[in-house]
């Protein structure tokens, strides 16, 4: 993965991705502020939230079992992938015992993680992607910026030229409403013919065996009902434990991720159902990972996050650079989070650090993970793994020492004001050496004070 | 009251003007200040950067050379926010200046006279960790002759970030550059907020922008009376 702050800077430089973001995620995050204010206990939603989630994991080995027992008794087929290729594997022999050579696809996150459309194509199956966004970024080779809104980087008039190259007329204009038909005919005729389809799910009921997909636009509806088979490939971590549970969720999720008191269509079905839907159902168990995520008790509260995106639209670094410069298909501060500990620490050890720390991800969290606590925690990971630069370590073993004793202090204190004068011009200290310059290329520097505060103490006695 | 002063690393070496205004605001109000001479840092950098044990040595300083006070005040709500996480004891000892005046204190009008526009920016770590609340609102209102000012997008992050601003220096800026145009947009001449740390990205940017607004922490805001 690309260092975030190389990916960062080149994102920074591109005005309409900018322009893009800023607007999206703005009008995203009034929406959500209007329909959470709505709801005198979204407080206490959001601790029971939490708190069922934290069960969850608690007792995750007890609730899948329960889980696959469900669905087996229901008629559908449980399957345990360790990880993303076995996963793979797993849907390519399904599509293939059924000699299927186009699957439609429900938006799925995980799916995107594992990267299944690949691992399809590559073993002669074709996915087809029906939610609209991602739609257009499978048209276009391009890949996901946003959990929720894929192609968020990208404006309606790009998107038209994009059609006219690819399902459309050359006639066809950039009205919303024209782009939404264009995708809609080109989609229906995938809905009628496909013989398997592929979705995720956004929760899966451990007494029950149900499991829910909340969705948009309707072709989550097509692709679970339509085909004759069809394959749910779910992270461990998305189960709750009765079907009860959904409503705290089903409230908590809509309203935080596109600000609406309840989205569109919300799909639930268990097992088959003899003559109705579809005939063989496959649900994939995926760890991939996210035992890893468990096992760090600081860390393991990422694996609560229902992939609402609220944290992306709130989060003044994502909103200026967009998701493609956290290098990964979960961006953002759950990004920053979740990625280093599925991956491994090694593999992204910029993200922890690509934050400020302002916590307002945590405040609008609709299952209260306390984000910058574990980007704290991560980036003490870092150090701890030695991933540090050798010169951060030394200087900040250096202040260290130096923080540790009043006189070494406050020689350090006096050897500053002494090192400055030669860069202070007219009250300000406009260019320094790195690393330093980093901050003087963009801002002056408020020099240190001529008599520090405590020798000006002592002299007032 | 007698209430021991931390004065925070930067606090000493770098924005001493707010310190010796702390000092002055107390005691125009009665109330005896001392400084515990030992004193350096609170370990927020090394908490934010990840050396942990460094923090941490430093945490246990400060509560050994902070052990006999029973009331201990700060002009850094990051460093409070920071010591109290670490060291849960310390709430109801440990303050940020203006959860000492009006919290504990119960004092919202300081005796403060600054005549001028003034555009409030609310820290992240006052908003979310040190939760100052309304205080530092309530003491400005109070001022004399002082025009408050309401900033577009208040709660939004300056950037500043600690070592975020180095390490992600583009971002960084990007933030400071929105912030700063939210401030020039208000047509304040000053700006303030209840963290030095905030105030020198902000600051430092308006500086390079010319943009002819200054930085002033609350403490120095309440410090001005008008009179020389």
């Given at each position: 993965m690309r260092p975030f702050p190389a990916a960062a800077r080149e994102a920074l430089g591109d005005a309409q991705l900018r322009a893009n973001l800023g607007n999206a995620t703005q009008t995203?995050?009034?929406?959500?502020?209007?329909?959470?204010?709505?709801?005198?206990?979204?407080?206490?939603?959001?601790?029971?939230?939490?708190?069922?989630?934290?069960?969850?994991?608690?007792n995750l080995d007890r609730y899948l079992e329960q889980f696959e027992q469900a669905v087996t008794d229901a008629g559908g087929h449980v399957h345990w992938a360790a990880d993303a290729d076995e996963a793979n594997s797993q849907v390519l022999a399904i599509a293939r015992s059924h000699n299927v050579t186009e699957v439609v696809k429900v938006k799925s996150l995980t799916t995107d993680e594992i990267g299944l459309n690949d691992a399809l194509e590559a073993g002669g199956v074709h996915a087809v992607e029906t939610d609209l966004a991602e739609l257009i970024l499978q048209l276009d080779g391009d890949w996901s910026s946003h959990i929720l809104v894929p192609a968020i980087h990208l404006n309606r008039t790009e998107i038209r030229d994009l059609f006219r190259a690819t399902i459309a007329e050359q006639s066809l204009g950039d009205d919303p409403r024209e782009l939404a038909e264009a995708a809609r005919r080109y989609l229906r005729e995938r809905f009628l013919t496909a013989r398997m389809a592929v979705s995720g799910a956004n929760f899966a009921v451990a007494d029950s065996g149900a499991v829910c997909v909340v969705e948009s636009e309707g072709n989550g509806r097509m692709?679970?009902?339509?085909?004759?088979?069809?394959?749910?490939?779910?992270?461990?971590?998305?189960?709750?434990?009765?079907?009860?549970?959904?409503?705290?969720?089903?409230?908590?999720?809509?309203?935080?991720?596109?600000?609406?008191?309840?989205?569109?269509?919300?799909?639930?079905?268990?097992?088959?159902?003899?003559?109705?839907?579809?005939?063989?159902?496959?649900?994939?168990?995926?760890?991939?990972?996210?035992?890893?995520?468990?096992?760090?008790?600081?860390?393991?509260?990422?694996?609560?996050?229902?992939?609402?995106?609220?944290?992306?639209?709130?989060?003044?670094?994502?909103?200026?650079?967009?998701?493609?410069?956290?290098?990964s298909i979960y961006p953002g501060p759950i990004g920053a989070i979740l990625t280093p500990q599925l991956y491994g620490i090694e593999r992204a050890p910029t993200l922890p650090f690509a934050s400020s720390l302002c916590g307002a991800c945590y405040e609008v969290c609709?299952?209260?993970?306390?984000?910058?606590?574990?980007?704290?925690?991560?980036?003490?990971?870092?150090?701890?793994?030695?991933?540090?630069?050798?010169s951060e370590r030394l200087a900040m073993e250096g202040a260290g020492w130096l923080f540790g004793g009043r006189r070494r202090f406050a020689l350090a204190s006096r050897l500053g004001r002494l090192a400055q004068r030669p860069f202070v011009r007219a009250g300000r200290i406009v260019r320094l050496p790195?690393?330093?310059?980093?901050?003087?290329r963009t801002r002056d520097l408020h020099p240190l004070s001529g008599e520090s505060f405590r020798d000006w103490w002592e002299h007032r006695r | 009251m007698r209430v021991a002063l931390f004065i925070t690393c930067i606090?000493?070496?770098?924005?001493?003007?707010?310190?010796?205004?702390?000092?002055?605001?107390?005691?125009?109000?009665?109330?005896?200040?001392?400084?515990?001479?030992?004193?350096?840092?609170?370990?927020?950098?090394?908490?934010?950067?990840?050396?942990?044990?460094?923090?941490?040595?430093?945490?246990?300083?400060?509560?050994?050379?902070?052990?006999?006070?029973?009331?201990?005040?700060?002009?850094?709500?990051?460093?409070?926010?920071?010591?109290?996480?670490?060291?849960?004891?310390?709430?109801?000892?440990?303050?940020?200046?203006?959860?000492l005046l009006v919290g504990r204190l119960g004092v919202t009008d300081v005796g403060a006279s600054f005549p001028h526009r003034v555009a409030y920016h609310a820290t992240c770590?006052?908003?979310?960790?040190?939760?100052?609340?309304?205080?530092?609102?309530?003491?400005?209102?109070?001022?004399?002759?002082?025009?408050?000012?309401?900033?577009?997008?208040?709660?939004?992050?300056?950037?500043?970030?600690?070592?975020?601003?180095?390490?992600?220096?583009?971002?960084?800026?990007?933030?400071?550059?929105?912030?700063?145009?939210?401030?020039?947009?208000?047509?304040?001449?000053?700006?303030?907020?209840?963290?030095?740390?905030?105030?020198?990205q902000i600051g430092g940017r308006l500086s390079r922008e010319g943009a002819g607004v200054r930085t002033m922490h609350l403490a120095e805001i309440l410090a001005e009376t008008g009179q020389p």
């Open positions: 995203i995050r009034e929406k959500r502020n209007r329909v959470v204010a709505e709801l005198a206990d979204w407080g206490a939603l959001r601790e029971a939230g939490a708190a069922i989630k934290a069960d969850v994991l608690a692709c679970t009902t339509l085909p004759p088979v069809l394959v749910t490939v779910v992270g461990i971590e998305k189960l709750v434990p009765t079907f009860t549970d959904l409503e705290v969720f089903l409230q908590l999720l809509p309203r935080s991720a596109t600000g609406e008191r309840m989205n569109p269509y919300t799909s639930l079905w268990t097992g088959v159902t003899p003559g109705d839907g579809p005939q063989e159902f496959h649900v994939i168990l995926l760890d991939a990972g996210r035992t890893r995520v468990l096992a760090d008790e600081v860390g393991r509260q990422a694996l609560r996050c229902i992939r609402c995106s609220a944290c992306l639209n709130v989060c003044p670094v994502y909103s200026r650079t967009g998701g493609h410069a956290y290098g609709p299952v209260a993970i306390d984000i910058p606590s574990v980007l704290l925690h991560l980036r003490a990971k870092t150090v701890a793994a030695g991933l540090a630069k050798p790195p690393p330093l310059s980093a901050w003087t | 606090g000493d070496t770098v924005t001493a003007e707010v310190g010796r205004a702390t000092v002055t605001v107390l005691e125009r109000l009665g109330h005896e200040v001392v400084f515990p001479r030992e004193q350096t840092c609170c370990g927020q950098m090394h908490v934010n950067s990840g050396y942990r044990p460094a923090a941490d040595a430093l945490g246990e300083r400060f509560m050994r050379i902070f052990e006999d006070h029973e009331t201990i005040v700060s002009p850094s709500s990051s460093c409070v926010g920071t010591l109290r996480e670490l060291h849960p004891e310390l709430h109801g000892r440990l303050f940020e200046l203006s959860e770590h006052s908003l979310r960790v040190t939760n100052v609340g309304e205080a530092p609102l309530e003491l400005l209102r109070a001022v004399r002759d002082l025009e408050l000012v309401e900033l577009a997008q208040p709660r939004e992050c300056c950037g500043f970030g600690g070592t975020f601003a180095i390490k992600n220096a583009e971002t960084s800026t990007a933030m400071a550059i929105d912030k700063c145009a939210a401030i020039v947009a208000t047509g304040a001449s000053v700006v303030t907020a209840v963290d030095s740390s905030c105030l020198l």
